[in-house]
Antibody, heavy 120, light 107 residues
Framework: QVQLVQSGAEVKKPGASVKVSCKVS????????MHWVRQAPGKGLEWMGG????????IYAQKFQGRVTMTEDTSTDTAYMELSSLRSEDTAVYYC?????????????WGQGTLVTVSS | DIQMTQSPSSLSASVGDRVTITCRAS??????LNWYQQKPGKAPKLLIY???ILLSGVPSRFSGSGSGTDFTLTISSLQPEDFATYYC?????????FGQGTKVEIK
């Protein structure tokens, strides 16, 4: 079964960038559709983007267009999410999650989450 | 974007109670509706997909129903390990969107 292990917590200053990793085991990354979801402290879940296997492209939520880049290293089965021009509102737990199901798409499983704190 | 509205935002219940959480979509999403459970400090876990299909290994006290715009998650007999926050999510169209969550607390 798929297991996702994310990199550790990060503290960044406003304006900086952060790159979070998500290591896959149990499957190869090429077999999966990896997505990223974030959760601000005490708030709900917000989809950021992910790989669309139908188009073969990565799609991003409009809110993050131009600031987020999602990449994959298939040699190490590791997915990355880089968010730039960080501001305090980007303080959140960032999750990678596998999107599965040609019918009834769903996120399963999820990584353990990576806390990114943006503070001066 | 499709808006997902859950109700209530929170509820207090006792062990053994029957609990129902509703989720309403701003337009029809057929049965493309998933339910997740999240405990404090943990990642969400998928419980139900396709509105009513129970993920393997999820206790049968959990059930989902609905189609179109109105959906429910029911816990038939609340157990201590069920105290958590529950989220609905639509996968009908991009961007996928989540409800704001329903926190189930101990009475």
């Amino acid at each position: 079964q798929v297991q996702l292990v994310q990199s550790g917590a990060e503290v960044k200053k406003p304006g900086a960038s952060v790159k979070v990793s998500c290591k896959v085991s149990g499957y190869t990354l090429t077999e999966l559709s990896m997505h990223w979801v974030r959760q601000a402290p005490g708030k709900g879940l917000e989809w950021m983007g992910g790989f669309d296997p139908e188009d073969g492209e990565t799609i991003y939520a409009q809110k993050f267009q131009g600031r987020v880049t999602m990449t994959e290293d298939t040699s190490t089965d590791t997915a990355y999410m880089e968010l730039s021009s960080l501001r305090s509102e980007d303080t959140a737990v960032y999750y990678c999650a596998t999107y599965r199901g040609a019918i009834y798409g769903r996120f399963d499983p999820w990584g353990q989450g990576t806390l990114v704190t943006v503070s001066s | 974007d499709i808006q997902m509205t859950q109700s209530p935002s929170s509820l207090s219940a006792s062990v053994g109670d029957r609990v129902t959480i509703t989720c309403r979509a701003s337009q029809s999403i057929r049965s493309d509706l998933n339910w997740y459970q999240q405990k404090p400090g943990k990642a969400p876990k998928l419980l139900i997909y396709g509105a009513s299909i129970l993920l393997s290994g999820v206790p049968s006290r959990f059930s989902g129903s609905g189609s179109g715009t109105d959906f429910t998650l029911t816990i038939s007999s609340l157990q201590p390990e069920d105290f958590a926050t529950y989220y609905c999510q639509q996968s009908y169209s991009s961007p996928c969107t989540f409800g704001q969550g329903t926190k189930v607390e101990i009475k």
